[in-house]
């Protein structure tokens, strides 16, 4: 089983910084692309940040400049600098990440989340 466990969420106001955390563990046997992505209240999921296991990055256009994606991938870590939070940022972010994984001798690639972290940020 592979597991992923976000922290580092909670309120912070406008102007101010947080930084998320997810570590993944379980049957791993090796991490591809790893992600944040963000669900408000009555809106669909959506993607925040990328970060394949080559380091490129990618982002939605709402966060370009303020937020940043990086990863540890010898700790299987996948971190999110919060800079310059805005109101509309406050959402649900949840950790996302292809795990390939090895059991009874073959290979799977599958897709996991975390459980979410709620992020709140006021003015």
């Known amino acids: 089983q592979v597991q992923l466990v976000e922290s580092g969420g909670g309120l912070v106001q406008v102007g101010g910084s947080l930084r998320l955390s997810c570590v993944a563990s379980g049957r791993i046997f090796s991490i591809n692309d790893m992600g944040w992505y963000r669900q408000a209240p009555g809106k669909q999921r959506e993607l925040v940040a990328l970060i394949s296991v080559g380091g490129i990055t990618n982002y939605a256009d709402s966060v370009k400049g303020r937020f940043t994606i990086s990863r540890d991938s010898a700790k299987k870590t996948v971190l999110l600098q919060m800079n310059d939070p805005k109101p509309e940022d406050t959402a649900v972010y949840y950790c996302?990440?292809?795990?390939?994984?090895?059991?009874?001798?073959?290979?799977?690639?599958?897709?996991?989340w975390g459980q979410g972290t709620q992020v709140t940020v006021s003015s």
């Open positions: 996302n990440a292809d795990i390939r994984s090895r059991q009874w001798g073959s290979y799977y690639n599958a897709a996991y």
